[in-house]
């Protein structure tokens, strides 16, 4: 069945970076968009990043364009979330979602998250 | 502040309907037939349950149903249950490969 495992989340100084992993099982990440999705503590959900099937576009929000890179190893099934230059703004769960078709921005499966915490 | 605006609240007797709305603007709900909405239980991860404003994911129940009427869409779950008590949230595609999702709506089945 399919599955999306993040790993990477902790807590990290203003400024700095961290990277999230996302393993996929279940599924082949080439035929199907793959998104990063966040959620602050206690709000709303937030679509960070994107990339279509077979992974020529990138597309970012405007709140992390130039600071953050999704990128993909087909090899491992997985994608990746690069945050650099991270602020108290970034503190959030990142979930790693399954588009729905090769790039639709609907997300059809998604991981159990992996919590990022900005914090001196 | 959210891009689409979602009441923060709704509530519903089992076996009734309950109706959440979701306003956004031309560029993005009245714009495009691309409205989603996301059920979240607390701790987990949000699951879809309606795409391009009234389609349904294989497995969900009929007894969610959307639609959409200039710049609001709405999200109907008939014949209310326990398991229905969740956050709701919904989409809308806002042109240039962007995605912006409403604030949420709590739904308590009383």
């Known amino acids: 069945q399919v599955q999306l495992v993040e790993s990477g989340g902790g807590v990290v100084q203003p400024g700095k970076s961290l990277r999230l992993s996302c393993a996929a099982s279940?599924?082949?990440?080439?035929?199907?968009?793959m998104h990063w999705v966040r959620q602050a503590p206690g709000k709303g959900l937030e679509w960070v990043a994107g990339?279509?099937?077979?992974?020529?576009?990138?597309y970012y929000a405007d709140s992390v364009k130039g600071r953050f890179t999704i990128s993909r190893d087909i090899s491992k099934n997985t994608i990746y979330l690069q945050m650099n230059s991270l602020g108290a703004e970034d503190t959030a769960v990142y979930f790693c979602?399954?588009?729905?078709?090769?790039?639709?921005?609907?997300?059809?499966?998604w991981g159990q998250g992996a919590l990022v915490t900005v914090s001196s | 502040q959210s891009a689409l605006t979602q009441p923060p609240s709704a509530s519903g007797s089992p076996g009734q309907s309950v109706t959440i709305s979701c306003t956004g603007t031309?560029?993005?709900?009245?714009?495009?037939?691309?409205v989603s909405w996301y059920q979240q239980h607390p701790g987990r991860a949000p699951k879809l349950l309606i795409y391009?404003?009234?389609e349904r994911p294989s497995g969900v129940p009929d007894r969610f149903s959307g639609s959409k009427s200039g710049n609001t869409a709405s999200l109907t779950v008939s014949g209310l249950q326990a398991d229905d008590e969740a956050d709701y949230f919904c989409?809308?595609?806002?042109?240039?490969?962007?995605?912006?999702f409403g604030g949420g709506t709590k739904l308590t089945v009383l």
């Open positions: 279940g599924f082949i990440i080439s035929r199907h968009g």
């Open positions: 990339m279509d099937y077979d992974g020529r576009r990138e």
């Open positions: 979602a399954r588009d729905l078709t090769l790039f639709q921005l609907d997300f059809d499966f």
């Open positions: 031309s560029s993005d709900v009245g714009g495009y037939d691309y």
């Open positions: 989409g809308s595609y806002a042109g240039r490969k962007n995605l912006v």
């Open positions: 391009e404003v009234n």
